[in-house]
């Protein structure tokens, strides 16, 4: 009678699973992996990568200088379930295992990125050398990024001074791994590290200074163009930025709600686009920003190689509500101009960001037709899922649905050249601690064990196949 049980529970599993991607299906035009057929052929030379942060997999905290995020961990509730990235997934110690699981899945591009608190600490940039090699040796190009929020503690972006260190930390680097590396990323995510460190206070270094926070992004995008500057004089190499994009939707057609999405646009689209590709500030911006604008736009508009873009979902806004809103995990004061509004009729991952693949194809359409001969050449540097289990059917669907899109975007004349999977080890999520998964592969935290998931052969077999 057990076995019988456990065979009905299972069947009813499954067929609950089976309709939970028929659910995917159909509300967001992503097919079932099995039932879709061959994914469409991209072009010769496109790159295939997956991508991981330093303080998200390193560990070693003992073996570098704190940074804000130390800071921000060791104080009490800043981290849902408590826990911090001082082991985090130990890759410190287990990168040469991390490689052979990137040999194994065939890409060819491996995006990382390096702890300026680490460079700055004794035998430090050893660490990167080793790293580097080994992916050399794997066949894999790597594509290290300068900055992904682990600002050294002590250092502040609210300071003008942090641009030019930043300069120097860039310097350093490829003095020393220039040599091998020919892709460079300056900075991930300017505006998340705006908005949620600094403006919402939800991310380190916890500040809460909302439209006060406008200098952190100045100084940000200063400091990329100082690093652009820093790496031409380092020798030849192709060098881009990641911003995060989302495609904006008004939750109605009233002027209000058309206003709101409008401002949101500008915010967490434009504000980081402009000036890098136009050498312009949104109209009534720059007004807000400190120092010389105009000629520090002039080194902020440094041209560039490729342009960075991570893509999780759409964003439906409207007018603000006169209450506080928790969405996404994060807090939004009553106070805001705007307020993001759930979407409704589509499947959700497990952070409840909602599942909408063709929100890449219109929001690559839209900045090929918003910046024109502007926009360098595209690289996807992040485009990925939150789901448990190991056998992540629906990590694959919401992969599979997005590889689709982005080739429909390709197919519509945008110049796509790479798309890299966020990512490959489930990891220190920032806020969320550990209860968010976004790995191909399976982290046992307790032991480190490595377990691969549906997801990473699927992604293996991918690269099969457009490769023959």
């Given at each position: 009678m057990a076995s019988d049980r456990r065979t009905a529970t299972a069947t009813t599993e499954a067929?609950?699973?089976?309709?939970?991607?028929?659910?995917?299906?159909?509300?967001?035009?992503?097919?079932?992996?099995?039932?879709?057929?061959?994914?469409?052929?991209f072009p010769d030379g496109f790159l295939w990568g997956v991508a991981t942060s330093a303080a998200q997999i390193e560990g070693a905290a003992d073996l570098r200088g704190p940074s804000v995020w130390d800071v921000f961990t060791a104080e009490p509730g800043r981290?849902?379930?408590?826990?911090?990235?001082?082991?985090?997934?130990?890759?410190?110690?287990?990168?040469?295992?991390?490689?052979?699981?990137?040999?194994?899945?065939?890409?060819?591009?491996?995006?990382?990125?390096?702890?300026?608190?680490?460079?700055?600490?004794?035998g430090g940039l050893d660490f990167y050398d080793r790293l580097v090699d080994e992916v050399c040796a794997a066949?894999?190009?790597?594509?290290?990024?300068?900055?992904?929020?682990?600002?050294?503690?002590?250092?502040?972006?609210?300071?003008?001074?942090?641009?030019?260190?930043?300069?120097?930390?860039?310097?350093?680097?490829?003095?020393?791994?220039?040599?091998?590396?020919?892709?460079?990323?300056?900075?991930?995510?300017?505006?998340?590290?705006?908005?949620?460190?600094?403006?919402?206070?939800?991310?380190a270094p916890g500040r809460r200074l909302l439209f006060d926070a406008l200098p952190v992004?100045?100084?940000q995008l200063l400091a990329h163009g100082a690093a652009v500057q820093a790496l031409r004089a380092s020798g030849p190499c192709a060098i881009g930025v990641t911003n995060s994009h989302t495609p904006v939707?008004?939750?109605?057609?009233?002027?209000?709600?058309?206003?709101?999405?409008?401002?949101?646009?500008?915010?967490?689209?434009?504000?980081?686009?402009?000036?890098?590709?136009?050498?312009?500030?949104?109209?009534?911006?720059?007004?807000?920003?400190?120092?010389?604008?105009?000629?520090?736009?002039?080194?902020?508009?440094?041209?560039?190689?490729?342009?960075?873009?991570?893509?999780?979902?759409?964003?439906?806004?409207?007018?603000?509500?006169?209450?506080?809103?928790?969405?996404?995990?994060?807090?939004?004061?009553?106070?805001?101009?705007?307020?993001?509004r759930e979407i409704t009729g589509v499947p959700h991952?497990?952070?409840?960001?909602?599942?909408?693949?063709?929100?890449?194809?219109?929001?690559?359409?839209?900045?090929?037709?918003?910046?024109?001969?502007?926009?360098?050449?595209?690289?996807i540097t992040e485009n990925g899922c939150s789901y448990e289990g190991i056998d992540d059917q629906d990590r694959i669907a919401y992969l599979d649905g997005h590889v689709r899109a982005l080739h429909r975007a390709v197919e519509a004349g945008v110049d796509v050249r790479g798309y890299f999977v966020w990512t490959l080890l489930d990891n220190f999520e920032w806020a969320e601690g550990y209860a968010r998964r976004f790995g191909l592969v399976h982290v046992d935290h307790s032991t480190q064990a490595r377990?691969?998931?549906?997801?990473?052969?699927?992604?293996?077999?991918l690269l099969r196949a457009q490769r023959d």
């Open positions: 067929a609950a699973a089976t309709a939970t991607r028929a659910t995917v299906a159909a509300a967001t035009g992503a097919v079932p992996a099995a039932d879709a057929g061959p994914v469409p052929r981290i849902k379930d408590g826990s911090t990235a001082a082991v985090a997934c130990d890759h410190y110690h287990r990168y040469r295992e991390d490689v052979a699981l990137l040999a194994g899945l065939g890409v060819d591009a491996y995006r990382f990125s390096i702890s300026w608190p680490r460079v700055g600490s004794p066949g894999i190009h790597p594509v290290p990024t300068l900055f992904h929020w682990d600002l050294p503690a002590g250092l502040d972006w609210l300071e003008r001074d942090t641009a030019a260190r930043f300069a120097d930390h860039a310097a350093t680097v490829a003095a020393r791994l220039g040599d091998r590396v020919k892709r460079w990323i300056t900075l991930n995510e300017p505006a998340e590290h705006t908005l949620l460190g600094h403006a919402l206070g939800v991310h992004a100045h100084h939707h008004p939750a109605s057609g009233s002027a209000a709600d058309r206003e709101a999405a409008d401002l949101y646009d500008v915010l967490l689209n434009r504000l980081f686009a402009d000036p890098v590709l136009l050498g312009t500030y949104p109209a009534g911006l720059g007004e807000s920003m400190p120092g010389d604008v105009s000629a520090d736009l002039r080194t902020v508009s440094e041209p560039i190689d490729f342009y960075g873009v991570n893509y999780y979902a759409p964003t439906r806004v409207g007018a603000p509500q006169g209450t506080e809103i928790d969405f996404g995990g994060v807090r939004m004061p009553a106070e805001l101009p705007f307020s993001v991952t497990d952070f409840g960001w909602p599942v909408l693949p063709d929100g890449l194809t219109e929001l690559l359409t839209t900045l090929c037709d918003r910046y024109g001969d502007r926009l360098p050449p595209v690289l377990t691969p998931k549906a997801s990473y052969t699927w992604f293996r077999e």
